[in-house]
Every structure is written in structure tokens, then in C-alpha cells.
Nanobody, 116 residues
């Protein structure tokens, strides 16, 4: 059984930065996309950023220019650098890994709170 473990969440003031990390408990073969989603209270889970096996990225309009997604294939890890954080970025952030077969793994989530 593979588990995705997220870390790096916490409380930060508006304008601050956080770096989220997500690592698989063991190797995952044939990874296609790696992504970060978030879910704020009372809202649906939404895509934040995605990076494919070739390194191409896409971001939601709400975070483009402030967040950067990256991956380390050797470590089965994906990262999210979040800068210029806003209160509306407050949410539980989930990492997501999808194999070429279409099978998807999800992390347990890490809380990010942006507040003064």
C-alpha cells in the first residue's frame, strides 16, 4: 500500500511564504501527473497546480504567478512553493499522483492558514 505524506503546512501571515512537500511511502511506477488540490471550508476541492511527466505545468488562475509546482521523480515527491499568500489561500491542501494507468493516489491533506 502506497501512502502520500504531505508536510509544510501551517499558519502564515498575509504576504508570507510556505513550501509544501509530498512524498510517497515507496516507489510509484509509471507516474504521469502530479498535482496539488485544495479545499476550503464549504467549498469543493479544486486544482491548484499540476505537473506532468515532461515537466510541463499548469496553474489555476487564482495562484498563477505566486505558486510554483515542482517534482523529483527519483524521490517520488512533489512540491508546492507558495509566495505572496493571501487569506483566500486558506484551505486543506492535498497532493495527488496519477499513474499512466489512470490510478490515482491522494495524500491525507495539510492545513494552510493565512491570517494576521
Amino acid at each position: 500500500q502506497v501512502h502520500l505524506v504531505e508536510s509544510g503546512g501551517g499558519l502564515v501571515q498575509p504576504g508570507g511564504s510556505l513550501r509544501l512537500s509530498c512524498a510517497a511511502s515507496r516507489s510509484i511506477f509509471s507516474i504521469n501527473n502530479m498535482a496539488w488540490f485544495r479545499q476550503a471550508p464549504g467549498k469543493q476541492r479544486e486544482l491548484v497546480a499540476r505537473i506532468n511527466s515532461g515537466g510541463s505545468t499548469n496553474y489555476s488562475g487564482a495562484v498563477k504567478g505566486r505558486f510554483t509546482i515542482s517534482r523529483d521523480n527519483a524521490k517520488n515527491s512533489v512540491y508546492l512553493q507558495m509566495n505572496s499568500l493571501k487569506p483566500e489561500d486558506t484551505a486543506v491542501y492535498y497532493c495527488n499522483v496519477v499513474q499512466t494507468s489512470g490510478y490515482a493516489y491522494w495524500g491525507q491533506g495539510t492545513q494552510v492558514t493565512v491570517s494576521s
